[in-house]
């Protein structure tokens, strides 16, 4: 079950990663850093929570979100009473982006994982998936 859970995973991230970029010219990485700066409060996220919240390492969030910013998808702010921190905060061209790409997005989502499970399954994966996470804080 170990290895099909990795290799289902592998699959399918490497079938979102290429539909968003043949349609989009969108990095899959861009995508889920966009998601996750609209989630958080204000559209914003401190550096640190951003690069915990898509599992990369500092530094490499650093260039990402530099490469964004230079797109113009996210800006970065001072955190105040901290010199050194910043937040990533998303901008009006990243919520654009998000609403222009997400039906895309879903609809592949959709073809490639969601569509061949039944509600029943996706209710207990839900759970497993939700069980396993809370698990590991």
Same mark, same amino acid.
């Given at each position: 079950?170990?290895? @099909?859970?990795?290799?289902?995973?592998?699959?399918?991230?490497?079938? $979102?990663?290429?539909?968003?970029?043949?349609?989009?010219?969108?990095?899959?990485?861009?995508?889920? &850093?966009? $998601?996750?700066?609209?989630? =958080?409060?204000?559209?914003?996220?401190?550096?640190?929570?951003? @690069?915990?919240?898509?599992?990369?390492?500092? !530094? =490499?969030?650093?260039?990402?979100?530099?490469?964004?910013? =230079?797109?113009?998808? &996210?800006?970065?702010?001072?955190?105040?009473?901290?010199?050194?921190?910043?937040?990533?905060?998303?901008?009006?061209?990243? $919520?654009?982006?998000?609403?222009?790409?997400?039906?895309?997005? !879903?609809?592949?989502?959709?073809?490639?994982?969601?569509?061949?499970? /039944?509600?029943?399954? @996706? @209710?207990?994966?839900?759970?497993?998936?939700?069980?396993?996470? /809370?698990?590991?804080?």
């Amino acid at each position: 079950m170990w290895r @099909a859970f990795l290799q289902t995973h592998s699959t399918v991230v490497k079938y $979102l990663e290429r539909r968003m970029e043949e349609q989009h010219g969108l990095p899959l990485s861009w995508w889920d &850093v966009l $998601l996750q700066l609209a989630d =958080g409060p204000d559209g914003k996220l401190r550096m640190g929570e951003l @690069a915990e919240s898509v599992l990369l390492t500092r !530094s =490499g969030i650093t260039r990402l979100v530099d490469r964004m910013i =230079g797109e113009g998808l &996210v800006g970065r702010e001072p955190c105040p009473g901290d010199r050194r921190g910043y937040y990533a905060v998303i901008t009006q061209k990243g $919520l654009d982006t998000i609403e222009r790409v997400g039906p895309d997005h !879903s609809k592949d989502a959709w073809e490639v994982f969601l569509g061949h499970i /039944n509600e029943e399954e @996706a @209710a207990l994966m839900g759970q497993v998936f939700d069980r396993v996470l /809370n698990a590991g804080k």
